[in-house]
């Protein structure tokens, strides 16, 4: 079955600089891949998705995430973090053949110096 | 606008106690799942369907039941409701594109059992 690791439970970035939050997924083929962001006391929303094609995918607020076969990960990235990034990140993975069912990664909580 | 919508917000029950937690999309998908939301799990799929009057299991389907009596509304209930099922519970519909899903949540409900 198809898994995903967050390895970072937690990262604290000062506003401004840039960021990267961590992913390691486990499937033998391609998968789909997710991150989503969780604001304070509010439900998923969806940053991004990759889809197979091109490696570096663009989504919302300048972020965007690197799929690496070779490395069986999608590490999410941002040039330059805002305060309002403050939030928790969710990588998740889906197999077409699985019924499309997401699998979740542990989730990575920003923190935002300001 | 895309909305799921989850009733109650908040909700305390005793052991033992029957709780049935609600969620209605607009979204017109066929999809709709039911997650957990714990410290150190991530999300965790309870319950899903795939259409009105269809209900499948998930990761962690015991102790919880699910109904779907229509496109719009999917239930999670819990019969005995113990301390171990205290968590935050997201609801979510999908949409299916390109042979990958996304994922739309509610708010979420947090429960406490006593």
């Known amino acids: 079955a198809q898994s995903v690791t967050q390895p970072d439970a937690r990262v604290t970035v000062s506003e401004g600089a840039s960021l990267q939050l961590r992913c390691k997924y486990s499937?033998?083929?391609?998968?789909?891949l997710f991150w989503y962001v969780q604001y304070p006391r509010q439900g998923l929303q969806l940053l991004l998705k990759y889809y197979p094609g091109d490696p570096v995918v663009q989504g919302v607020n300048g972020f965007e995430a690197e799929f690496s076969k070779s490395n069986s990960s999608f590490h999410l990235r941002k040039a330059s973090v805002h305060w309002s990034d403050w939030a928790v990140y969710f990588c998740a993975v889906s197999i077409r053949n699985m019924g499309y069912k997401l699998t979740f990664g542990t989730g990575t909580s920003l923190l935002v110096d300001p | 606008e895309a909305a799921v919508t989850q009733s109650p917000r908040n909700k305390v029950a005793v052991t033992g106690g029957k709780v049935t937690l609600s969620c209605n999309q607009t979204?017109?998908?066929?999809?709709m799942y039911w997650y957990r939301q714990d410290t150190g799990h991530g999300l965790r799929l309870i319950h899903y369907?795939?259409?009105?009057?269809?209900?499948e299991k998930g990761d962690i389907p015991d102790g919880y039941k699910a109904s779907r009596p229509s496109q719009e509304n999917f239930s999670l209930i819990l019969e005995l409701a113990t301390p171990s099922q205290t968590s935050v519970y997201f609801c979510?519909?999908?949409?299916?594109?390109?042979?990958?899903?996304?994922?739309?949540f509610g708010s979420g409900t947090r429960l406490t059992v006593l």
């Open positions: 979510a519909s999908g949409d299916v594109n390109w042979g990958a899903e996304t994922l739309y």
């Open positions: 369907s795939y259409g009105a009057g269809s209900t």
């Open positions: 979204n017109n998908h066929n999809n």
């Open positions: 499937y033998f083929g391609t998968p789909y």
